[in-house]
């Protein structure tokens, strides 16, 4: 009988602590080294992730995006240096889609302006320079790495669909007048 409850306790016990896997610690490793930038520093407190996206986001400019896509940079070197193998499990952690897609998503709005006004060349890249576009490229890859090209193709349709003035052009000029139609090889 105590052989039986010492059988039972020891999975119970491995089944409410299931064994760490290598991308568990890799994914620690990550936030570890983003804790600073991505997590809240406190109950009150919104990350500095949180509070350098709406200084860009209301500056608009290179000035007040600056901080934003510097540890953006950071991030996406720490997500690019993770194994293959883990992924499915970045990619499926909430945070990193969270802030992954959401940076995407004011680089477009960024370049694309607020009015969607301006010639083809404006539109297409906004005040944003070749590091910015770089950065855009490199967070592009990932998200097709992490979420496949179905997933991505529907995030960046809804993306354009959303932006100023974006329903009074065809899905083709949306598209070549956003920074999803750059080269990124």
């Given at each position: ?8 306790g020891y999975f119970l016990i ?20 983003q804790k600073s930038f991505l ?147």
């Amino acid at each position: 009988m105590a052989m039986v409850a010492l059988i039972a306790g020891y999975f119970l016990i491995i089944a409410a602590n299931p064994p760490r896997t290598v991308c568990d610690e890799q994914l620690d490793l990550f936030k570890q080294s983003q804790k600073s930038f991505l997590l809240n520093q406190g109950k009150t407190q919104r990350s500095m992730a949180a509070q350098l996206y709406e200084l860009c986001k209301s500056e608009n400019g290179p000035g007040g995006c600056f901080d934003l896509f510097l540890n953006l940079r950071k991030m996406v070197e720490d997500l690019e240096r993770m194994p293959k193998a883990c992924r499915q499990a970045a990619g499926e952690d909430a945070l990193i889609k969270q802030w992954l897609l959401k940076s995407m998503t004011l680089m477009v709005q960024l370049a694309w302006g607020e009015m969607g006004a301006g010639g083809y060349q404006a539109k297409r890249r906004g005040w944003l320079d070749a590091a910015d576009l770089r950065l855009f490229c490199r967070m592009k890859n990932l998200a097709v790495r992490f979420y496949g090209d179905e997933q991505f193709h529907a995030f960046r349709e809804s993306v354009m669909a959303d932006l100023p003035n974006a329903k009074a052009q065809s899905r083709d000029q949306r598209w070549m007048g956003s920074i999803f139609s750059i080269p990124c090889d």
